[in-house]
């Protein structure tokens, strides 16, 4: 189940217990989640970092291609691909951008909109159903049945 406050996502649903639940923040290094920059739509996976420093907590989005447009400034929302998070949830904001002409993709470092140093509440969406894209069932298009003319009688 996705974790998020007012300002943003802030992680999922890890364990749960009786009365109780785990959540793994989207800042944790062993985080990822599928993302959209807001005005290219351009996608990529965000990845938490290796800092233990809840005040300095980026978050690196990788897997862009080279092609697609991200500039410092744009937004990144979840993309809703995979089915763990809902489309459009805000994540950050792109404040650095690495783009090396040998690579495939290029990656942009992100300040995430949640301050997990000063997090105190969450709302957990627990009416989210997550997708298993695997298991639904693909529809085969068929082709539409002709319409037939049938005689009529003429009086």
Same mark, same amino acid.
């Given at each position: 189940?996705?974790?998020?406050?007012?300002?943003?996502?802030? @992680?999922?649903?890890?364990?749960?217990?009786?009365?109780?639940? %785990?959540?793994?923040?989207?800042? #944790?290094?062993?985080?990822?989640?599928? !993302?959209?920059?807001?005005?290219? $739509?351009?996608? @990529?996976?965000?990845?938490?970092?290796?800092?233990? *420093?809840?005040? #300095? &907590? &980026?978050?690196?989005?990788?897997?862009?291609?080279? =092609?697609?447009?991200? %500039?410092?400034? #744009?937004?990144?929302?979840?993309?809703?691909?995979? =089915? &763990?998070?809902?489309? $459009?949830?805000?994540? =950050?904001?792109? +404040?650095?951008?690495?783009?090396?002409? *040998?690579?495939?993709?290029?990656?942009?470092?992100? %300040?995430?909109?949640?301050?997990? !140093? $000063?997090?105190?509440?969450?709302? +957990?969406? %627990?009416?989210?159903?997550?997708? #298993?894209?695997?298991?639904?069932?693909?529809?085969?298009?068929?082709?539409?049945?002709?319409?037939?003319?049938?005689?009529?009688?003429?009086?």
């Amino acid at each position: 189940m996705p974790v998020v406050t007012p300002q943003g996502l802030a @992680g999922r649903i890890w364990t749960v217990g009786t009365h109780w639940s %785990k959540v793994l923040l989207i800042v #944790d290094a062993s985080s990822s989640v599928n !993302a959209v920059v807001q005005s290219t $739509r351009a996608t @990529g996976v965000i990845q938490g970092g290796p800092s233990t *420093n809840l005040t #300095d &907590n &980026n978050l690196l989005m990788k897997y862009v291609p080279q =092609g697609d447009a991200i %500039k410092v400034g #744009d937004t990144i929302l979840t993309s809703g691909l995979g =089915g &763990n998070f809902p489309k $459009r949830i805000v994540i =950050g904001q792109v +404040i650095d951008v690495h783009k090396r002409d *040998n690579e495939l993709f290029q990656e942009a470092t992100i %300040k995430p909109t949640v301050d997990f !140093a $000063r997090l105190e509440f969450v709302l +957990i969406m %627990k009416r989210f159903t997550p997708s #298993d894209i695997t298991s639904e069932p693909t529809e085969t298009p068929t082709a539409a049945p002709t319409p037939t003319k049938t005689p009529t009688a003429v009086k």
